[in-house]
């Protein structure tokens, strides 16, 4: 009998088969090395993706080298050192970008300078993003100490920080260029970008082409990314997070084992609950890691190009660098569940700085 089944969940099923090979280092004992670039503060996906990475690591997963911000403004970099001073770990290299991209404070941001009782609400050394070293420096400086062709990229911001990369010279960092830097060290970037589907009209319901946030808003920088990335890419479409969206009962129930928590404090001020967010930024972390757990499907390998005007275009091509996530009905719960319990996990071993319970 000739097999029945569409094309597309032919691909899906032989990506499926690949996606494990693709992804995994050649030593699965030891953790990803992982660079987590971010725009955290323009969405509140960005700080469960953190949380996430932090709870990957105590389980031994991941090991994140470094965080890199592309939106431009002074709190984003304080902020994230609350989260990682929160969870153990304010010792991680930030570094930021100086671009002008979404300057705005953002909705939690601001998380980092509150106080109770004459104290930081949540301790952190990191006062101002004009502290902190440039994106670039600390990317060259967490890629040089790396083993060749280990460390994976998550990118769940713009492609400023990236593309600049690519474009840094040689420098007292390392005798290698930007872009030679990433194809001796970098395994995979994992890119929340793009729309690999139509999406629903917000007004008419009809399926359209999406111009996707990440890209648009630094357009140049994905283009410049988009065409000179010299590894395997995964994107994850917005049509991927958008199908998974994070119960905002967990916000309310599983964050009160301390009086304060950067998370969920962060989600409920970027919209109050009832509210279950869409978990862009999540899945991009969640693949990287943990690739052999069957939460996604991936496309065939093709070209991704980004146009002029944002919107973006996938060409199937043998032997091609990209490859993009699919997500099948019977996957979805299973997929919530690991986004949720991860995100939510407390930190393993370490006396946590908030004090109290609710």
Partial sequence: MKSKLPLWLLLASIGLVLLPHLLHADDTSKPTPLIFDTDIGNDCDDVLALAMIHALQS???????????????????????????????GDIPIGVCRSGVTPEE????????????GQLRYPHDLTSGKQAPTAVEVLRKALTKSEDGSVVVCQVGFSTN???????????????S??????????????????????????????????????????????????KWPTPIIWSGFEIGLNLKYPHESIERDYGYVAHHPVAEAYELYIPPPHDRPTWDLTSVLVAIRPDHNYFDLSPAGQVTVLEDG??????????????????DDQKARAIEALTLLSSEPPHNVASPASGER
């Fill in 106 to 117: 953002g909705k939690f941001n601001g998380l980092a300078s509150a106080t109770e009782d």
């Fill in 59 to 89: 389980r031994d997963e991941c090991e994140l080298l470094a965080v890199t911000i592309t939106k431009d403004h002074e709190l984003a970099a304080p902020f994230t050192d609350c989260v990682n001073t929160f969870y153990g770990r």
């Fill in 178 to 227: 930007g872009i030679e830097l990433v194809k001796q060290k970098v395994r995979l970037l994992s890119v929340m970008a793009a729309a690999f589907e139509k999406i629903p009209d917000r007004n008419t319901g009809e399926p359209k082409l999406y111009r996707e946030y990440n890209v648009f808003k630094d357009i140049p920088s994905a283009r410049r990314l988009c065409a």
């Fill in 162 to 176: 990236l593309a600049d990369l690519l474009d840094s010279p040689s420098d007292e960092i390392s005798p290698l």
């Fill in 311 to 328: 919107y973006t275009e996938f060409e199937p091509k043998e032997g091609g660098r990209d490859r993009y996530l699919i997500l099948r």
